[in-house]
């Protein structure tokens, strides 16, 4: 049983979403401990109370219960697996709970190595953005046992709203491949919703509220299409790390033999945006390709 008194939270990544995921848990009461490789991102958490951890393996050797959330499988990988990484250094009978977005295949991996060091790791990434991460309404998918799921699943609610395990070890990275590669070709149907709505002489605004509703709504229209029109591309979700979602999905597509092409389709617009120097733009920039 996870509780307060005697419960360290270890929390590696605040960045745009990371730092409201990390703030609930600390508003929740719990001792938290924060790396980021920038420590400048840590400065909220850290006047609020959480407590820095030097490195992962610092951290790892004082929290019993670590959540992760990096940018791209190549930092996963190291902080997990590397010479100062948390499975080298994790607590036994310790929890890991990876929030990446990250392939499927180092999720099992992860789990497997955690598993011989009597550490439970579940991977849990998210949907919901910016807004999702800072009104602790994010959904969350989750592969791994599941009594280990159900164990850290407290924590998990203070976070989101929507908790589904899915399955075994990678079964939440695998759903949340599923999230990317329905937003993918979503997101270029919204932008060209608008773009039509402008080019016939409409107001936008207007027919946002007749098709949000209807059978065209989505998550993206009802969100980000509004950022569009205000010319806000703040990222609540980076074009970069879209396109990196993306690719993995495209693999693991490939792997199983199975054709995408509006990912495919959606990806090659979205490289174009990067190109031009739109990377750390929200993914609602696409709205742009039609605007240059």
Same mark, same amino acid.
């Given at each position: 049983m996870i509780n307060r008194e005697n419960t360290v939270i270890g929390f590696i990544g605040t960045g745009v979403m990371g730092n409201s995921m990390a703030g609930h848990l600390l508003k929740a009461g719990y001792s938290l401990l924060v790396y980021s490789r920038t420590k400048e991102k840590a400065a909220e958490l850290l006047e609020s109370g959480a407590k820095w951890a030097a490195s992962p393996k610092e951290l790892a050797e004082k929290a019993s219960v670590v959540f992760t959330m990096v940018g791209y499988p190549a930092d996963v990988e190291e902080v997990y697996l590397g010479e100062n990484g948390l499975i080298?250094? @994790?607590?036994p009978g310790g929890y890991f709970i990876d929030m990446t977005t990250s392939a499927p295949s180092l999720a099992v991996r992860i789990y497997e190595e955690a598993k011989r060091r009597d550490i439970h790791a579940i991977d849990a990434p998210v949907s919901g953005g910016d807004v999702g991460a800072k009104e602790a309404k994010l959904s969350i998918m989750a592969g791994g046992e599941k009594d280990a799921f159900d164990t850290v699943r407290p924590l998990l609610e203070y976070l989101g709203t929507n908790i589904v395990y899915q399955g075994n070890p990678g079964a939440g990275q695998h759903t949340k491949m599923c999230n990317q590669i329905a937003i993918a070709s979503n997101m270029i149907g919204v932008c060209e919703a608008i773009i039509y709505a402008e080019k016939a002489g409409l107001n936008p605004e207007n027919v946002l509220k007749s098709i949000t509703t209807g059978a065209a709504g989505s998550w993206s229209l009802s969100n980000l299409a509004p950022r569009m029109l205000n010319g806000n591309f703040e990222p609540g979700f980076y074009i970069k790390?879209? !396109?990196? &979602? %993306?690719? !993995? #999905? =495209? &693999? /693991? #597509? /490939?792997? =199983? @033999? %199975?054709k995408v092409p509006g990912l495919a389709l959606a990806k090659s617009l979205y490289d174009q945006l990067a190109e031009h120097g739109e990377g750390n733009s929200g993914t609602q920039a696409l709205y742009k390709y039609w605007k240059n």
């Open positions: 080298k250094h @994790g607590l790390h879209f !396109i990196k &979602d %993306m690719k !993995i #999905a =495209m &693999d /693991e #597509a /490939e792997h =199983m @033999g %199975m």
